[in-house]
C-alpha cells in the first residue's frame, strides 16, 4: 500500500503546504479518507481534505468491524483507488473518485491447492502490486494472494509468517524493494517479508521486525492500517507509516506528533499513501486553473502531464518549474507562484474550449522515467504564463501545483 511540511522563504515567497502527500484511509462506514500528512516537528497535526472520497461499495456487513473488515489500496500509476468492505471489491478512479466496477470475492477463479479450494476468503486488506490492475489481498485465512482486477486466476499467494499467527491486520508493499511490510495487533508488531512467488502458499519468511511505538499503543484500536511512504527512498529502517484514525506514526523516524484533524469517524481498516499534486494561490485576469490529467507523478508514469483550463485564447501557454514556491507581486494583481530561478518549458498553443475569451486549453506531457530515482523525493512546482494578452502585462497567468515524484 500505500507527508506536509512547510517552507520558510525569503522574503516575498509563500509559505505553503508542501510537498502534497496524503494518508488515505478506509472506515467501515464506508468512506474514504483523506489527510495530509508531514513532520510533526513543523506540522503537529494533520489536516482532513475537505472533499471526501465515497467508497463504492455497500455498508460492512453487520458484526465485522472489528476484525477489520475490509480494505483500500491506491494503484499511483494507474491512477485507480480500490475498496472493499470484505466481500466485494470495486474500483473506483483516484483523484476523483468516479466508480467503476466492483465484483464479488466469489469471481476470483477457485485455486485447488495448499491455500484452500477458495479463490480469496473475506478480505481485511488490500494493497497495490507491480503491475497495473492487480492487488495484493489478504483475508481471513491468514492468506496473501496476488490477483488480478478484474478478475482472473489468482497469480501467487503465500500465508502470513507463522510468528504473526491470526494478528495480521494490514499489508502494505514496497516498490522500491519489492517486498510486503504487515502490521498486527496485539503483539503491536510490523514485520517485512519477501512478496509471494508461485501458489505453493508457504507462511511467508520475516526479513525484520519491528516494534509499533508506545505512543500508538497507548490508545490502539482493534485494526492498524499501514502504508509505505513511496515518496522517498528506501533506507535501512521501515520506510512505513502506521495509523489507527486517530494517530499516524512515522516508524522511521519515530514522529507521533500527527493526530488526524478532525479523527475518523470509526477507527479504519486500511490505509495507504498518495503522492497526490497540491493547487495553491490563485492566478489573474482568466485566472486559468492548473491540473495533472494522466494518473500521479511517479516512476514510469508515461502518461502524466500538466494542463490549464479557463486559459486566454488566442495565447501561448508556458508552463515554468522551479524548487520553490514564492508570491512574487508583478503588478495588474498577477503573482508568481514560484521562486525563482525558473526552467521554462517548451511553449504550446491555447486551443478554444468554447466560445468565450476565458474557455482555452493547454496540455503538456511531462512523463516520468522508470529510471529517476534520483528525483524520488523532489518537491516541485509548476505555474502557467499565456502571452501575449491584453492589459498592462501583456500577459496572464495561472494558478500553481505542486507534487513530489514517488515510487508508485
Not at 8 to 18: C, K
Not at 173 to 189: G, N
Not at 380 to 386: A, R
Request: net charge negative.
Amino acid at each position: 500500500m500505500k507527508s506536509l511540511a512547510l517552507l520558510s522563504l525569503a522574503p516575498l515567497v509563500l509559505a505553503i503546504a508542501a510537498p502534497a502527500q496524503r494518508a488515505v484511509s478506509l472506515d467501515g462506514s464506508p468512506a474514504v479518507t483523506q489527510v495530509e500528512i508531514g513532520p510533526g516537528s513543523v506540522v503537529p497535526r494533520c489536516t482532513a481534505v475537505p472533499t471526501p472520497c465515497p467508497a463504492p461499495v455497500p455498508a460492512f456487513p453487520a458484526g465485522t468491524e472489528a476484525l477489520s473488515a475490509g480494505g483500500e489500496a491506491i494503484d499511483e500509476l494507474g491512477g485507480m483507488l480500490y475498496t472493499s468492505n470484505g466481500l466485494i471489491i470495486a474500483a473506483s478512479t483516484f483523484p476523483g473518485c468516479q466508480a467503476g466496477p466492483s465484483y464479488p470475492i466469489g469471481a476470483w477463479p477457485r485455486v485447488i491447492g495448499p491455500c484452500s479450494s477458495t479463490g480469496i476468503g473475506p478480505v481485511i486488506a488490500l494493497a497495490d502490486a507491480a503491475g497495473v490492475g492487480t492487488l495484493w489481498v489478504l483475508d481471513t485465512r491468514g492468506v496473501i494472494s496476488l490477483v488480478p482486477f478484474p478478475p482472473g486466476p489468482i497469480l501467487a499467494q503465500a500465508r502470513v509468517p507463522t510468528e504473526l499467527g491470526s494478528n495480521a491486520r494490514s499489508i502494505s508493499w514496497d516498490p522500491a524493494t519489492d517486498s510486503l511490510y504487515i502490521a498486527s495487533v496485539s503483539i503491536y508488531t510490523v514485520v517485512r517479508t519477501p512478496t509471494p512467488t508461485g501458489l505453493a502458499c508457504q507462511p511467508l519468511t520475516v526479513t525484520a521486525s519491528y516494534p509499533i511505538p508506545p505512543c500508538m499503543i497507548t490508545i490502539t484500536a482493534p485494526t492498524i492500517g499501514i502504508t509505505v511512504h513511496t515518496a522517498r527512498s528506501p533506507g535501512s529502517a521501515p520506510n512505513v507509516l502506521i495509523s489507527n484514525g486517530r494517530i499516524l506514526v512515522d516508524l522511521l523516524t519515530g514522529d507521533c506528533s500527527c493526530f488526524a484533524s478532525p479523527p475518523a469517524s470509526i477507527f479504519p481498516t486500511d490505509l495507504d499513501f498518495a503522492t497526490v499534486p497540491n493547487r495553491y494561490g490563485a492566478g489573474c485576469n482568466c485566472a486559468a486553473i492548473t491540473g495533472t490529467p494522466g494518473g500521479l507523478p511517479v516512476l514510469g508514469n508515461a502518461a502524466f502531464a500538466i494542463d490549464a483550463t479557463n486559459a486566454p485564447v488566442g495565447s501561448f501557454a508556458v508552463l515554468n518549474l522551479s524548487t520553490a514556491p514564492a508570491a512574487i507581486p508583478l503588478g495588474a494583481g498577477c503573482l508568481l507562484l514560484l521562486a525563482p530561478p525558473l526552467l521554462s518549458l517548451p511553449a504550446v498553443p491555447v486551443s478554444a474550449g468554447g466560445s468565450g475569451y476565458c474557455t482555452g486549453t493547454a496540455t503538456l506531457p511531462l512523463p516520468i522515467p522508470a529510471n529517476a530515482v534520483l528525483q524520488v523525493g523532489t518537491p516541485l512546482y509548476f505555474q502557467w504564463v499565456f502571452l501575449p494578452t491584453g492589459g498592462p502585462l501583456g500577459l496572464e497567468l495561472s494558478d500553481a501545483v505542486e507534487f513530489v515524484i514517488g515510487f508508485g
